[in-house]
């Protein structure tokens, strides 16, 4: 019972200070995850023990932003969202998706490799890739 408080306070907190992710930024992340992991450089995290990997997640999040982590020992996709939002909590971290045992999880940091731009709100925002260059209207022949 104790776990659960936890979660639900953390999720006030986060709820209090604003750091709540939108419907549209939630989007934004997950389909640049799909591209992220395309180009293989989407970094996963298997979390076999909530409390003891909380220091290998937080170091992956401040290195990356963005990750995927998988629940091995959730009995049920329930539990795996559970566990998810347990270790978002933990870390400080927002629960992007839950997808079967699978959760994408994302903490902004001081670097801001991820950035959502002024049209995540309108549906036009795109992460660019790591040296990717932008194409105007000029140049797109």
Not at 88 to 115: C, D, F, M, N, S
Request: include cysteine; proline fraction near 4%.
């Amino acid at each position: 019972m104790a776990p659960r408080l936890v979660v639900i306070f953390c999720a006030l907190l986060a709820a209090a200070s604003g750091a709540l992710l939108t419907g549209a930024e939630r989007r934004f992340l997950r389909a640049h995850a799909g591209r992220l992991d395309s180009a293989k450089l989407l970094k996963r995290a298997i979390v076999s023990d909530v409390e003891g990997c909380a220091g290998e997640v937080t170091a992956m999040l401040e290195a990356h932003e963005l990750i995927r982590c998988k629940f091995p020992a959730a009995k049920k996709k329930a539990q795996a969202k559970e566990l998810a939002e347990r270790v978002g909590g933990i870390v400080g971290a927002e629960v992007a998706q839950v997808i079967g045992h699978t959760a994408l999880l994302y903490k902004q940091t001081p670097k801001k490799l991820i950035r959502f731009g002024p049209a995540v709100g309108e549906g036009s925002g795109v992460a660019e890739a790591p040296g990717a260059r932008s194409v105007g209207p000029e140049e797109e022949q």
